[in-house]
Nanobody, 124 residues
Framework: QVQLVESGGGLVQAGGSLRLSCAAS????????MAWFRQAPGKEREFVAA????????YYGDSVKGRFTISRDNLKNTVYLQMNSLKPEDTAVYYCAARRSTLVTNKEGEYDYWGQGTQVTVSS
């Protein structure tokens, strides 16, 4: 079992930056593929970014490429999402997810563990 706790969300103006963190506990973190998803009100959950156990390669959804960066620190059992050049359409609840696999995917149904989410609101 892996427990995930997100933090770092908040209110930011368009063009600003936020850094989300996802702290993992429980079974070995370093062997898990990790990802971030987000869900805006009235919309389906959307893939944001993913990172393999080794830290490379990384994958991004089309809407965040070039603006967001996913990274991980296996010694700290933490995965990060650096979000730059934020837009109002980035407003959503952001969720951290883990797989019982070293590999990653952009499909939410293939992740085994989820955090409770953290709200990100971008004002125009």
């Amino acid at each position: 079992q892996v427990q995930l706790v997100e933090s770092g969300g908040g209110l930011v103006q368009a063009g600003g930056s936020l850094r989300l963190s996802c702290a993992a506990s429980g079974r070995t973190f370093a062997n898990n593929g990790m990802a971030w998803f987000r869900q805006a009100p009235g919309k389906e959950r959307e893939f944001v970014a993913a990172i393999r156990w080794s830290g490379v390669p990384t994958y991004y959804g089309d809407s965040v490429k070039g603006r967001f960066t996913i990274s991980r620190d296996n010694l700290k059992n933490t995965v990060y999402l650096q979000m730059n050049s934020l837009k109002p359409e980035d407003t959503a609840v952001y969720y951290c997810a883990a797989r019982r696999s070293t590999l990653v995917t952009n499909k939410e149904g293939e992740y085994d563990y989820w955090g409770q989410g953290t709200q990100v609101t971008v004002s125009s």
